[in-house]
C-alpha cells in the first residue's frame, strides 16, 4: 500500500506571493492533518479535515486556508507569504480519529525569499 | 491548553548504551501517548504508543510507559546502534484527531 505523499517536496517563493501545497492520503484514509515543523516553534498543528469539512483548527492565521476533495486528497494554501513561513509542512493521514494512527508524509519544504 | 516537555538535546551516545529521553505532558481527560522519530530529510514516523495508563509500548527494542501519577511516558532503549541516530518526538493526542508534540530530542549515537 502507498504511503502518503506530498507534492512538490521542495519549493522556493518570494515574499506576498501565494503557494498551493498538496497531499495524497494513504487509500481508504478519510481523515487528513496538516502540521508545520519549523526550528524555532516546533511542530505545530495547522488544521484536519475529514469528509471535506474542517474538523478541527489550530492558530494561524487566515492566511494558511485549506481543503479536501472528494477522493480525499487534501490541498494547503498560503497567501501573501512571510519570511516566516519558511517551514517544512507535513501532512498525515488516517482512517478516522480516535485512536487510529496517523501516518506522516515526508513533507514539502518551503523557503519564502 | 495541552503540552508536552521533553528533555532538549542533542544527546550523544556510544554504541550499545542505554537510552533514555524524558518526556511528561500535560493535558485534560486521558489521552494517548506517541513517540514518533524522525530521520534527517524524512517525515515522521510512529515508533510506538500508549492509549491508557501503565499501557507499555514496545517497539524496534525501544520501550515506554504510560504513568498517569507522573504525567510521563519516557523512552527507553537498552542497547542503541548507530542507526538510531535522529531526532524523537513525544506527543499526545486528548480530543479529536491533533497532534500536541514536545520540541523534539536529537539523538547521536557514536560507533
Known amino acids: 500500500k502507498a504511503g502518503v505523499t506530498q507534492t512538490p517536496r521542495y519549493l522556493i517563493k518570494t515574499r506576498g506571493q501565494q503557494v498551493t501545497l498538496s497531499c495524497s492520503p494513504i487509500?481508504?484514509?478519510?481523515?487528513v492533518s496538516w502540521y508545520q515543523q519549523t526550528p524555532g516553534q516546533g511542530l505545530q498543528f495547522l488544521f484536519e479535515?475529514?469528509?471535506?469539512?474542517?474538523?478541527n483548527k489550530g492558530n494561524f492565521p487566515g492566511r494558511f486556508s485549506g481543503r479536501q476533495f472528494s477522493n480525499s486528497r487534501s490541498e494547503m494554501n498560503v497567501s501573501t507569504l512571510e519570511l516566516g513561513d519558511s517551514a517544512l509542512y507535513l501532512c498525515?493521514?488516517?482512517?478516522?480519529?480516535?485512536?487510529?494512527?496517523?501516518?506522516f508524509g515526508p513533507g514539502t519544504r518551503l523557503t519564502v525569499t | 491548553g495541552d503540552s508536552v516537555t521533553q528533555m532538549e538535546g542533542p544527546v550523544t551516545l556510544s554504541e550499545e548504551a542505554f537510552l533514555t529521553i524524558n518526556c511528561t505532558y500535560t493535558?485534560?481527560?486521558?489521552?494517548?501517548l506517541f513517540w514518533y522519530v524522525q530521520y534527517p530529510g524524512e517525515g515522521l514516523q510512529l515508533l510506538l504508543k500508549?492509549?491508557?495508563?501503565?499501557d507499555k509500548g514496545s517497539n524496534k527494542g525501544f520501550e515506554a510507559t504510560y504513568r498517569k501519577e507522573t504525567t510521563s511516558f519516557h523512552l527507553e532503549k537498552g542497547s542503541v546502534q548507530v542507526s538510531d541516530s535522529a531526532v524523537y518526538f513525544c506527543?499526545?493526542?486528548?480530543?479529536?484527531?491533533?497532534?500536541?508534540f514536545g520540541g523534539g530530542t536529537r539523538v547521536l549515537v557514536k560507533p
Open positions: 506527543a499526545l493526542k486528548a480530543a479529536g484527531n491533533k497532534l500536541t
Open positions: 479535515y475529514f469528509s471535506e469539512t474542517q474538523r
Open positions: 500508549a492509549t491508557k495508563a501503565d
Open positions: 498525515a493521514s488516517s482512517l478516522s480519529g480516535g485512536n487510529y494512527e496517523q501516518y
Open positions: 493535558a485534560t481527560g486521558y489521552p494517548s
Open positions: 487509500s481508504g484514509h478519510r481523515s
